[in-house]
């Protein structure tokens, strides 16, 4: 009777193991812990997925991996360019989802900004994601580390920096976040340093402490917003499960733990958290822990409750917190006009309730 070949759902995903997983593997397999190296260099640098290419494998066992193993990739399914030198990619999931990420070139850094949910079920009153997409899944960590693989691979570059800051929460999907950042950071795969991979959120506290018990020097960011609690709680649902004072904490534990700099990301809302009440708020907040504050002026999306600042509003605003004894910036958004700016992923969400038109460049 002719032996029936094993179907795709019947293999296992070979990305799905982290290199220290894939030694084991080969060692079960009755071969060399070379080989490890060689299947990971194959599909984490040179972004192979069909086995059968591996070449510096014998042909013999390139046909036993084919059979009890698969490659999966994600698929470009839209590059949108923007003015300024950044990229929105739209890829495809293996189950026909579809995220975002950004390609941000700044002087001698080239960032990427990566997705972690196919979109958010967090719902901030000042991010399309969430408010346009909602929630469909996590990914998986292979998902989440390929975006970087993919975007090097496309654009012929060495990815230098990586920012857990496109659609999702990153710390509701805390366990595939963080292999895939320790993927990234592999000296044998894309090999970005840890101190070069930000991983932002929007205050979840349980993920801020297990951030900080990490042995990897990962940086932390707070996507803060207000420091008033009632305030915060308007503009992000989940303050309310986790408040101002519980976050401090957590955050507190992270640098005592690191000693690194935490940067807050504050979204400035004109006539919403631009008062000297706001200032003062900050200023209370972070007393006693070196911060650096990122203002990051609104980008508007269709429906959304708040309108861009004025540049009068935005120095305003800069002057002031500028008096206080943390480091302050303010991010030039990039890719505003091709909707890839902070808090604007959801590009195709616009297209298909109608807003704007798809401009693509492949």
Known sequence: MEQVKNTVEDKKNLKSFSFRELVSLMRDMGEKPYRATQIFNWIWRKGETDIMKFSDIKKSFRERLAEEFFVPSIVEKQRVESEDGSVKFIFELPDGHEIESVFIPDRGRKTVCVSTQVGCPIGCKFCATGLLLGYKRNLEAWEIAEQVLRISLALGIRITNVVYMGMGEPFLNYEATIRSAELLNDDR?????????????????????KLAAHPRQFKLAISLHSAIQ????????????????????????????????????????PGFNDSDEDIEAIDSFLKGLPSKINIIPFNPFPGSDFRAPTDDEIYRFYTKLMKLPY???????????VKAACGQLALFGYQRKGMVKPVVKR
């Open 189 to 209: 795969a894309l090999n970005i340093g840890a101190r070069k991979i930000t991983i932002s959120t929007v205050g979840i506290v349980p993920g801020i402490y």
């Open 230 to 269: 009632s305030k915060r709680e308007k503009i992000i649902p989940v303050a309310r499960r986790f408040p101002l004072k519980e976050l401090r904490k957590a955050i507190f534990s992270y640098y005592h733990a690191k000693k690194r700099f935490v940067t807050f990301e504050y979204v400035l809302l």
């Open 327 to 337: 480091t302050v910036t303010l991010r030039k958004s990039k890719g505003q006009d």
